[in-house]
């Protein structure tokens, strides 16, 4: 039988609520599309035949409702996607120092591999953090394999050194190597929850917070400016800003910021 995936306004409010308390995301009327879209996708992978047994199931399964937050969040990246901020530190940065990195939201990993591969070329010494609410991204991000078309902006020397080909059935695939992969630790973190990991140098919360509404924006950018080291550097998506946000940032380039020294 076709799962029936149309959903009522009680149904959406409840759905929605949930997302928002877990992830921050807002589900609006506006994003009814998307929203239906994600539970007809579980619905389907669970065998579940109406919106009202999908809301009983989530209910019923922790494991289910963290999958549901999981297809809710909008996972996609690539590599050296807005690069212009790494290519910033690169220009930037003293070499002498080891920097500590935080990839907040970093979905399956390209953002901080990218920045990690870039690092390594240039003899930066450095460790990251790479941080996300999604298990199924974490665990991408841990196993290091990419399809190739994620890696299309990929400059080819840098290709070629820290990254290896698929064979066989893999021969689609690039997989970082090892001594890539030992410089990013992935980690769960929910941006909403506060917690940091550490101080850093350089964080990056690039393409997030644009689902999330003002008051949650400026509870993670507050919570991110502690988390960062006087003459830290914090950079948002491109289309992102941190316009109506209270903050004590410098503006250095677009959707890149500065901590006072
Ligand atoms: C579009 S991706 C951005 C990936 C990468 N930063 C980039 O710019 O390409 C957004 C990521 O934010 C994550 N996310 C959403 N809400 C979150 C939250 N409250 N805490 C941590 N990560 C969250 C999603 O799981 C998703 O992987």
């Excluded at 065998?47 to 963290?66: H, K, M």
């Excluded at 980690?187 to 917690?195: A, H, P, V």
């Excluded at 550490?198 to 950018?221: E, G, L």
């Amino acid at each position: 039988m076709e799962p029936e995936t149309k959903i009522n306004v009680a149904q959406h409010q409840k759905l929605s609520k949930i997302v928002y308390k877990e992830s921050g995301i807002v589900l609006n009327e506006k994003k009814t599309t998307l929203l239906i879209a994600r539970v007809a996708k579980r619905m389907r992978l669970t065998g579940t035949t109406s919106v009202s047994d999908y809301i009983r199931l989530i209910s019923n399964s922790q494991d289910e409702y963290n999958e549901f937050i999981d297809a809710t969040t909008t996972n996609h990246t690539f590599f050296f996607r807005e690069n212009k901020h790494c290519e910033y530190l690169i220009k930037t940065l003293d070499k002498k120092r080891t920097l500590k990195i935080w990839s907040a939201a970093s979905s399956s990993g390209e953002e901080a591999f990218s920045i990690a591969v870039q690092m390594l070329a240039n003899s930066f010494s450095f460790s990251i953090y790479a941080s996300d609410v999604s298990n199924s991204m974490l665990q991408k991000g841990k196993n290091g394999i990419y399809p190739k078309e994620r890696v299309q902006k990929v400059p080819l020397p840098i290709l070629h050194t820290y990254f290896q080909s698929g064979k066989g059935k893999w021969q689609d695939y690039v997989k970082v190597k090892p001594a890539v992969q030992q410089l990013v630790t992935f980690e769960k973190l929910n941006l909403l929850e506060g917690k940091t990991f550490d101080k850093f140098d350089i964080i990056f919360c690039r393409n997030v917070m644009i689902y999330f509404d003002t008051p949650t924006r400026q509870k993670v950018v507050n919570n991110l400016y502690h988390a960062l080291k006087p003459g830290g550097y914090f950079f948002v998506g491109m289309s992102e800003n941190l316009r109506g946000i209270k903050h004590d940032f410098s503006n250095v380039l677009p959707s890149g910021y500065k901590k006072k020294d």
